[in-house]
């Protein structure tokens, strides 16, 4: 019998509506660089910084969408994400939490989780990945951390005096984006984990992170990024949707260790 191209086989991985979605975003995504062109930055041609943009969104939309599927995969794809915001942080001279917190956590949680996913396959379906749910107290833990994190980071980072960045030379405005990129980096690790662990709650985290980042994409004046984030948003209630009536239907417990006996 005669193999399906790959290119056959991945289409068909993709339901109707995951390649209407995927693709209504990247045309989006293509008009808006072309509405609202990117100006030049710190002596970068504001073609270069668009270029970057838009290869973060489609990367983006891609790595969402295989998480929504329980898909391994979803982490080499991360990646790209995590190469092509390093390079944005660096051009844009912004953001630097969440570069570092890229370099020093997303990079290196990306590696580790593909081998964990890995680990732990449907034992129906291969492509999938078993998913579960956190329990109170690890969640009132994670807000703390995460309050804790925007504090501290956002005060150091607030002390960086930057030149040439993408947000002008308003030191209010600079503060500001200062502590919710601190937060949105926090909000960003507690996910991370919770995608390693393959906690449902990683979507809750992502409705966070989306908001601080769309906030912080208008006061940047980042429109083209803000196709991104509505791809997000209808991702993540797609994905909770999802991961919900997985757990649901394989009856996975709520806690996340098994208690120990009397």
């Given at each position: ?16 509506y995951e390649k209407i979605w995927f693709l209504s975003i990247t045309v989006l995504a293509f008009l808006f660089a072309f509405l609202f062109p990117e100006e030049d930055v710190g002596g970068i041609n504001g073609k270069v910084i668009m270029a ?39 051009v844009c001279a912004y953001r630097f939490a969440t570069m570092a917190t890229t370099i020093f956590f997303w990079i290196p ?154």
């Amino acid at each position: 019998m005669k193999k399906e191209n790959v290119f056959v086989r991945l289409w068909k991985f993709y339901t109707p509506y995951e390649k209407i979605w995927f693709l209504s975003i990247t045309v989006l995504a293509f008009l808006f660089a072309f509405l609202f062109p990117e100006e030049d930055v710190g002596g970068i041609n504001g073609k270069v910084i668009m270029a970057l943009y838009l290869v973060d969104i489609f990367s983006n939309i891609l790595c969402e969408l295989l998480i929504s599927k329980q898909s391994k995969w979803n982490f080499l794809v991360s990646l790209v994400v995590e190469a092509t915001e390093i390079a944005i942080c660096i051009v844009c001279a912004y953001r630097f939490a969440t570069m570092a917190t890229t370099i020093f956590f997303w990079i290196p949680i990306d590696i580790i989780s593909f081998f964990a996913w890995n680990k732990h396959p449907d034992k129906d379906k291969n492509e999938l990945t078993v998913v579960r749910k956190l329990n109170g107290w690890e969640e009132i833990t994670v807000i703390l951390g995460i309050v804790l994190w925007t504090i501290v980071m956002g005060y150091l980072f607030s002390l960086i005096d930057v030149e040439n960045s993408i947000l002008g030379d308003n030191p209010a405005l600079i503060k500001a984006v200062c502590y919710m990129d601190a937060c949105c980096s926090a909000v960003g690790m507690a996910n991370g984990l919770f995608i390693l662990f393959r906690y449902r709650e990683q979507w809750l985290a992502w409705y966070i992170s989306t908001f601080l980042e769309i906030a912080i994409n208008i006061m940047s004046g980042q429109w083209v990024l803000l196709v991104l984030k509505a791809g997000y948003l209808t991702n993540t209630t797609y994905g909770y949707i999802k991961w919900n009536k997985y757990i649901k239907e394989n009856n996975i417990k709520i806690t996340s260790r098994p208690k120990a006996k009397a």
